[in-house]
């Protein structure tokens, strides 16, 4: 079964990003990234990512789920479209889920200056875990429900855990 990337098909055991500690990347495109492999997120980060632009979706299916974006790094969304529909998870985790999984202890950093977020047919958020500090600065954020939380700070293991909304529209 396979993905597809820009109008291309990947194995889903690829990402659109994968990226690692000590490694750099930009996402400046207005390719439409449809991912649905399960477990996985289209974009995974555990170094430095920037994301200009492009549309980067997810179809949750029970027994298939996971987020649009998963950082454990350092990642600044400047724009783009992020959609997770019939979601079973969160539309993006920054952060660790398992805190024992942050073998380094090292604080995942998510800066959300612009984009549209999007969730359809669920009541799930954007989530900030345990190790990770979260600032948004602005963007739109379309939630399924409005009274369910559009972004939700819950981790607290790290004990330095924070998140700040600045702007956007809600």
């Known amino acids: 079964s396979v993905s597809e990337v820009g109008g291309e098909e990947i194995p889903n055991r690829e990402a659109v990003v994968d990226s690692f500690p000590d490694t750099q990347y930009t996402l400046s495109t207005n390719n439409n990234y449809t991912y649905n492999t399960n477990k996985k997120a289209p974009v995974f980060n555990d170094g ?12 949750d299916a029970k027994d298939n789920s996971f987020y649009v974006l998963l950082n454990h790094g350092k990642m600044t969304i400047n724009g783009g479209k992020y959609t997770l529909e019939n979601g ?7 952060g660790w889920y398992t805190p024992s999984e942050n073998t380094s202890k090292e604080y995942a950093t998510l800066t959300i200056n612009n984009g549209t977020f999007e969730m359809n047919a669920n009541d799930k958020y954007i989530k ?42 809600f």
Do not use: C, H, Q, W
């Not at 739109?140 to 700070?153: C, E």
């Open 128 to 169: 900030n875990d345990d190790y990770g500090k979260m600032i948004v600065n602005g963007g739109t954020f379309n939630m399924y429900k409005p009274s369910s939380a559009v972004i939700a700070n819950v981790g607290s293991v790290g004990g330095e855990e924070s998140l700040i909304v600045n702007d956007g529209t």
């Open 88 to 94: 079973i998870s969160s539309l993006i985790d920054n």
């Open 48 to 59: 430095t990512v920037t994301i200009e632009s492009g549309t980067y979706k997810r179809v």
